[in-house]
Each structure stands twice: as structure tokens, then as C-alpha cells.
């Protein structure tokens, strides 16, 4: 008797053990998530300036943005004269860019997804704000922090098996208020390949935003990329018509 009742307390011991883990990881799931939708919000139009700085020189652009759920976007560029109307489309896993100057749209393979935009160290889908990590990745708590007085989680995000996805690994620090404050991308071998970090954080379109967002390879000091954000508006929503081919190849202020 005294056997059975030590074997049926044990099973009951990694019973909870088992229960408190997977409500943890769905605790985190859900900071997961809910950083990634503060971040996107419900649908959103932006003006932001975009700096990409190497050793020797810099040049700046000025884009226009339009979001709606978590997988439509539409940006294009505004300034200056020579890159104006160069412009992308994401609507869905689909992809296309639009060439002014030779009137041409390109349709993305998904390969393309993770190339430089315009020469950044922001990617297509970086600056599509793209919702498949919070999908594709298993994410858990790695430790806290504390920034401005607030708690801090550090989350790290392993692919899911089969997950179409380059990165190995994906650091995250989050405020407690949702805030995305840093995002870390790693490769295979879980060596850090570029970092996305955020300053700044004041009211832009009514809520705490981090106005400027800087994405940083690992290796290479010297270089990055700056977005500042102009003005920020979130919206309740956006029409559909707004995410076509034909909106990206017309000229929008």
C-alpha cells in the first residue's frame, strides 16, 4: 500500500510539474503575441525616415506605410525624387515590389523574403512586421529585467519543426507593458547574426511607441540602419482596395 501510495504522489507531482509547464508556455505565447499585435496594432498608416549608414557615407529616404491585420502591408517611398514610388506590397505569404522606372512589378519568392530592402539591414519582411514568427517559432522565457522601472521578459523562439523559416533562433525583450523593446535574430548554430533595438519610447498615435528602431548586423560596427517614425496613426481599419496591385503602382502621399 505504502508503495502504491509514494507511485501514485510521484505521478501526481509530474502531473503538476507537467500542467504549471505548459501554462507557463502559453503565458509566453501569449506576451508573444500580444508584443507582436501592440506593435502592428489593428491596421496603421505611418511616415517614417529611413537613414542606412555605412563607414564613409549615409543616405536617407522617406517612406510612406499602410498595415491591416497581421499580414498586409504597403509601403513605398516618398523621398527623395530619384527613389520615389519604388514600393512593396505584402498581402498574405505573397510578396511584390513595384519599379517606377521601368514600370514594372516583381513577384517575391519567398527565398527573397529575408533580402535587404532597398539596401537596409531591414529585410522585406522586417519592415512588413510579418506575424509568421509568432506562428512558425516556439517561444519560452529565458529571464528577466528590469527597464524604466517595469519588468522586462526575455523570451528566446526555437523554429517548429519544418517551420519555413531562416533564423535559428529569435531573442525578444518585452516590456510588461507589451512594448517590444529589442529583437535578436540568430543562425543555426545560434550565433548572433543582427539585432533590431528601439529608443525613443514616447506617445505616437495615441499610444507608447519606440520612435526610432535601429537594425544592427553583428559583426560589422560601423553599420546599420535607422527608421525614425514621422507621425504614427493606428487605425480601426483600412480598405481592402488599399493592398492591390494597382495601389502599389500609383502614386500615393
Known amino acids: ?46 511616415t517614417v525616415a529611413m ?44 510578396m511584390w515590389t513595384y519599379n517606377p ?42 529571464s ?12 528566446e523562439s526555437i523554429p517548429k519543426p519544418g517551420a519555413p523559416v531562416i533564423w535559428g533562433m529569435q531573442k525578444l525583450k518585452i516590456r510588461e507593458d507589451f512594448i517590444l523593446l529589442s529583437q535578436a535574430f540568430y543562425d543555426e548554430d545560434f550565433e548572433l547574426v543582427k539585432a533590431m533595438t528601439g529608443s525613443k519610447i514616447q506617445m505616437l498615435g495615441g499610444k507608447l511607441f519606440p520612435k526610432i528602431w535601429k537594425m544592427q548586423k553583428a559583426d560589422i560596427k560601423d553599420e546599420y540602419t535607422l527608421l525614425d517614425y514621422i507621425e504614427l496613426t493606428f487605425k480601426d481599419d483600412l480598405p481592402d482596395r488599399l493592398f492591390t496591385l494597382s495601389s502599389l503602382k500609383s502614386s500615393r502621399r
Open 1 to 46: 500500500m505504502l508503495k502504491k501510495g509514494i507511485t501514485a504522489a510521484c505521478f501526481t507531482f509530474f502531473l503538476l510539474i507537467a500542467l504549471v509547464s505548459k501554462a507557463s508556455s502559453q503565458d509566453i505565447q501569449e506576451l508573444v503575441q500580444a508584443a507582436v499585435e501592440y506593435y502592428r496594432g489593428i491596421a496603421s498608416i505611418a
Open 144 to 155: 528577466t529585467e528590469t527597464h524604466d522601472g517595469k519588468k522586462v521578459y526575455v523570451t
Open 101 to 142: 522606372k521601368i514600370n514594372r512589378v516583381i513577384k517575391l519568392p519567398p527565398s527573397m523574403m529575408s533580402q535587404s530592402w532597398m539596401g537596409s539591414d531591414f529585410s522585406n519582411n522586417d519592415l512588413a512586421k510579418s506575424d509568421s514568427f509568432v506562428e512558425d517559432y516556439t517561444h519560452t522565457l529565458s
Open 51 to 94: 537613414t542606412i549608414h555605412r563607414p564613409g557615407w549615409e543616405r536617407t529616404m522617406t517612406m510612406k506605410a499602410w498595415t491591416k491585420g497581421q499580414k498586409n502591408s504597403l509601403f513605398t517611398i516618398i523621398a527623395p525624387p530619384k527613389d520615389k514610388g519604388n514600393g512593396t506590397l505584402k498581402r498574405g505569404p505573397e
